[in-house]
């Protein structure tokens, strides 16, 4: 299975709610990004937190990092309408040879206004 | 106008057909990257390239290849298409350096009859 694995694939909650997205992985990481995608269009980039972080805010954002459990979180607080969209995690594994990103399959929010 | 510009955003071609699709980039940026996106299974590495003279395999390198003509241009070539590479392709670019952001391009739509 993948490095990076999303919980739930799909969630669907009311304007004003909060999310919760969930990625776990497998390997030791440098750190860990958290992308957005829109329906038919690219990923974009949301927050990064390092290993030796536990917790990074942005805005209405809240990643947090626990590397015991190989798991993060993203919280979106107070959600719109506009942040329906898929959100991916993306691991950058500790020397396994790879040098690039991996991936989750992601979650797909939708939220009703 | 965009950053990372992919072409064409959408093909539809035969079996057995040589394919490229195109990736430029005005970010400045040394890493390029190619995914495909298919339901369910978020983003696969195709190839990868750190600099000009540098193209590494990703998990799903086979029946691609790549171009790296310039520091901003990435091409990604199908050799022979087959119905199972009918996916969403992206590509992506990164600055050096561990934890930097991927910017993905709006992907390119192909379908393989």
């Known amino acids: 299975s993948q490095q990076g694995e999303e919980d739930p694939q799909a969630l669907s909650i009311q304007e004003g709610e909060n999310a919760t997205m969930n990625c776990s992985y497998k390997?030791?990481?440098?750190?860990l990004q958290w992308y957005r995608q829109n329906s038919g269009r690219g990923l974009v980039h949301l927050i990064l937190i390092r290993s030796n972080e536990r917790e990074k805010h942005s805005g209405r954002l809240r990643v947090t990092l626990d590397t015991s459990k190989k798991s993060s979180s993203l919280l979106i607080t107070a959600s719109r309408a506009a942040d329906t969209a898929s959100y991916f995690c993306a691991t950058d594994a500790v020397d396994t040879g790879r040098r690039a990103l991996t991936f989750g399959s992601g979650t797909r929010l939708q939220v009703q206004p | 106008d965009a950053d990372v510009t992919q072409t064409p955003r959408n093909r539809i071609t035969k079996t057995g057909k040589r394919i490229m699709l195109e990736c430029s980039q005005t970010k400045g940026h040394d890493r390029m990257y190619w995914y495909r996106q298919d339901p369910g299974l978020g983003l696969r590495l195709i190839y990868y390239?750190?600099?000009?003279?540098?193209?590494n395999k990703g998990e799903i390198s086979d029946g691609y290849s790549v171009s790296r003509q310039a520091q901003a241009k990435f091409s990604l070539s199908l050799e022979s298409a087959i119905p199972n590479q009918t996916a969403l392709y992206f590509c992506a670019t990164s600055a050096s350096g561990s934890g930097q952001p991927q910017h993905f391009g709006d992907g390119t739509r192909l379908s393989i009859l």
């Open positions: 390997t030791s990481i440098n750190n």
């Open positions: 390239s750190f600099d000009v003279k540098d193209i």
